[in-house]
């Protein structure tokens, strides 16, 4: 059903760098083929850039996206998210009446829940786009206590989008086979797609020229709780010694102050090491110029199956081989496959330094980059994803509704 009014959900603020890579990219390919409202929601930092706010108001009216940004209101801690969510069950019930919605796309557990409610009222059907496991990665960043009542509130609420949605996508294969196991019934006959954090290849490209220095770097949240901070300390430490001329670059918003209290103990690194905030168009610019870049995720845990690191597509988009660590999502396969990157098998230097030889020795082969651009080109990229979007919607649209 082309140019179908849809309704997109998400928790994330369009203005900033998730809601660029893994939101509008999306949108700005389906917006040709459906009528499209977005809700997000924003943080008072990046409202706060008036420029870029109006530059996003026009584009999305070039596009003939309707976006609605609502303000993101992260305190008191229990309570915001559940006033968070009668707003956005208002809203949505509102847009589904004004616009005629036939489809709503919901980006993670609360605007699934949303949609789900909101849905049943007015027989709209709804995608619950989970991106990861929730519920388990909020256990492991110690912000939710298995067992106890909101954790059970969210596991049935989990339960009970993946048996009403029309559509689920996971980020990864591993995830879905954990949910199989876990939710036989609730998703015997789902249709599921599995769609990973995409980039646009056509931004983060091969660099033009080599940079002869060593510069090993690091992207996005490191204090986020299932960052291996720890992890990425010893990292840096062995590349200190081993390569005393190499550079180190943090390109995050976390707090510059907090992410260098922790290699205080570290002299090595600490006076060579960049911590800094870019712009989402800035950082192609920032990965082309390095040798590598490491991601440490707590791996091994259930939340882990469902991770897809949006930077591992960045990074390899730019040609640049990654140090990471197994049990995380699909990225130990994917390295595997395309001899991509180096697997670290644990925290001690001992074992840092054996992957630092080992990327020393990557780094060495012929071909490495078109490797690593190969392997985002046929796992990651956003005209693949997008399309996977556009099959799902026109599936769920086209089938006769009960």
């Known amino acids: 059903m082309k140019n179908a009014p849809t309704l997109y959900l998400t928790r994330n603020g369009l203005l900033e760098p998730l809601g660029q890579s893994q939101v509008f990219s999306y949108l700005r390919g389906l917006s040709r083929d459906y009528r499209v409202t977005l809700i997000t929601y924003e943080k008072d930092t990046d409202w706060a850039d008036?420029?870029?706010?109006?530059?996003?108001?026009?584009?999305?009216?070039?596009?003939?996206?309707?976006?609605?940004?609502?303000?993101?209101?992260?305190?008191?801690?229990?309570?915001?998210?559940?006033?968070?969510?009668?707003?956005?069950?208002?809203?949505?019930?509102?847009?589904?009446?004004?616009?005629?919605?036939?489809?709503?796309?919901?980006?993670?557990?609360?605007?699934?829940?949303?949609?789900?409610?909101?849905?049943?009222?007015?027989?709209?059907?709804?995608?619950?786009?989970?991106?990861?496991?929730?519920?388990?990665?909020?256990?492991?960043?110690?912000?939710?206590?298995?067992?106890?009542?909101?954790?059970?509130?969210?596991?049935?609420?989990?339960?009970?989008?993946?048996?009403?949605?029309?559509?689920v996508v996971s980020l990864t294969n591993a995830a879905v086979e954990y949910l199989q196991r876990i939710y036989p019934v609730e998703l015997e006959g789902q249709r599921i797609s599995v769609i990973p954090t995409c980039a646009d290849l056509e931004k983060f490209t091969l660099s033009e020229g080599k940079n002869e220095q060593i510069e090993i770097g690091c992207l996005g949240t490191v204090l986020s709780g299932w960052f291996k901070l720890d992890w990425l300390v010893n990292f840096l430490a062995v590349v200190a010694e081993r390569a005393p001329e190499a550079k180190m670059m943090l390109t995050t918003r976390d707090d510059p102050e907090k992410v260098r209290a922790a290699f205080k103990d570290e002299q090595?690194?600490?006076?060579?090491?960049?911590?800094?905030?870019?712009?989402?168009?800035?950082?192609?610019?920032?990965?082309?110029?390095?040798?590598?870049?490491?991601?440490?995720?707590?791996?091994?845990?259930?939340?882990?199956?469902?991770r897809s690191p949006t930077r591992?597509?960045?990074?390899?988009?730019?040609?640049?081989?990654?140090?990471?660590?197994?049990?995380?999502?699909?990225?130990?396969?994917?390295?595997?496959?395309?001899?991509?990157?180096?697997?670290?098998?644990?925290?001690?230097?001992?074992?840092?330094?054996?992957?630092?030889?080992?990327?020393?020795?990557?780094?060495?082969?012929?071909?490495?980059?078109?490797?690593?651009?190969?392997?985002?080109?046929?796992?990651?990229?956003?005209?693949?994803?997008?399309?996977?979007y556009r099959a799902l919607y026109s599936d769920i649209l086209d089938a006769p509704r009960p």
């Open 268 to 306: 090595g690194i600490i006076d060579r090491l960049d911590v800094a905030s870019r712009a989402s168009g800035q950082v192609p610019a920032v990965l082309q110029h390095q040798t590598a870049s490491v991601m440490f995720y707590a791996g091994g845990e259930v939340s882990e199956l469902g």
């Open 50 to 167: 008036k420029a870029f706010v109006e530059k996003m108001k026009r584009e999305c009216e070039s596009l003939g996206i309707r976006w609605l940004p609502q303000r993101f209101r992260p305190h008191p801690k229990v309570i915001a998210p559940a006033l968070s969510m009668i707003r956005m069950a208002w809203l949505t019930h509102r847009e589904v009446k004004a616009q005629n919605v036939q489809l709503i796309h919901a980006r993670s557990y609360i605007p699934a829940a949303v949609a789900m409610l909101v849905g049943r009222w007015n027989g709209v059907p709804f995608i619950f786009d989970m991106r990861a496991l929730w519920p388990e990665e909020l256990i492991t960043a110690g912000r939710l206590r298995r067992g106890s009542l909101l954790h059970r509130a969210i596991v049935e609420t989990e339960r009970a989008c993946l048996r009403s949605a029309a559509g």
């Open 312 to 388: 591992m597509a960045e990074i390899l988009g730019c040609g640049i081989p990654v140090v990471a660590n197994d049990g995380v999502g699909d990225v130990a396969g994917i390295i595997r496959k395309y001899r991509v990157g180096v697997l670290v098998e644990g925290a001690s230097k001992e074992q840092m330094a054996a992957a630092w030889d080992e990327l020393v020795a990557l780094l060495a082969e012929p071909g490495l980059a078109d490797r690593c651009r190969q392997a985002a080109e046929e796992v990651f990229s956003l005209s693949a994803g997008t399309e996977a």
